[in-house]
């Protein structure tokens, strides 16, 4: 049972705006600030999209966007393109050794 | 190019063991932690653990402490995840990842290990 819950699935239609939830089921996950999103096409590794709740790595395009509030994390998936069309990753720290925890996946289905 | 190669795909009995590598380039190995994460067919993503390859101090979720062993060694940049009795439950594709800023912002391309009779 991850103690990160997100939707199993979201859609929307091109150039239109997404948000995916991850919502802290657990208290001992909570108060951090190191939420981070990766995006996962099938067959390929992970992707790094967002980090410490909404900062972006170099070359990760602005459409992509992190907030927080409260015990909820959202990635905002804005202008949704074709190649939007993946798996996306919630992730996060629990307990006092920071163990990570990984949300289950939504996938994003691009209409 | 900051780079994490992961070894090729392995294909097992249970029982057998197994050491898979994640080679890295392109930075100080022994500056960033090496995390590994396990993902099974069709399933989602789970943290196994981490290593710091300065001095090779690990950190292991519960649910693989025992299961897994995890190593670097620092002379040819490289961290090692190894089984010493696999199991058809480990059936996974298993990747290594560079952790930066409590995120894991390079990922290895995956190694898929498959565990059968």
């Known amino acids: 049972q991850s103690a990160l819950t997100q939707p199993p699935s979201a859609s929307g239609s091109p150039g239109q705006s997404v948000t995916i939830s991850c919502t802290e089921t657990s208290s001992d996950v909570g108060g951090y600030k190191y939420v981070s999103w990766y995006q996962q096409h099938p067959g390929k590794a992970p992707k790094l999209l967002i980090y410490e709740v909404y900062k972006r790595p170099s070359g990760v395009p602005d459409r992509f966007s992190g907030s927080k509030s409260g015990d909820t994390a959202s990635l905002t998936v804005s202008g949704l393109q074709a190649e939007d069309e993946a798996d996306y990753y919630c992730m996060s720290y629990a307990g006092s050794n920071n163990f990570v925890v990984f949300g289950g996946g939504t996938k994003l289905t691009v209409l | 190019e900051v780079q994490l190669v992961q070894s090729g795909a392995e294909v097992k009995k249970p029982g057998e063991s197994l050491t898979i590598s994640c080679q890295v380039s392109?930075?100080?190995?022994?500056?960033?932690?090496i995390t590994w994460v396990r993902q099974k067919p069709g399933k989602g993503l789970e943290w196994m653990g981490r290593i710091d390859p300065s001095d090779s101090y690990t950190n292991y979720n519960p649910s693989f402490q025992g299961h897994v062993t995890m190593s670097a060694d620092n002379s040819i940049s490289t961290a090692y995840l190894q089984w010493s009795s696999l199991k058809a439950s480990d059936t996974a594709m298993y990747y290594c990842?560079?952790?930066?800023?409590?995120?894991?912002?390079?990922w290895g391309q995956g190694t898929m290990v498959t565990v059968s009779s």
């Open positions: 392109g930075y100080s190995f022994s500056t960033y932690w």
């Open positions: 990842a560079k952790q930066i800023d409590r995120a894991f912002d390079i």
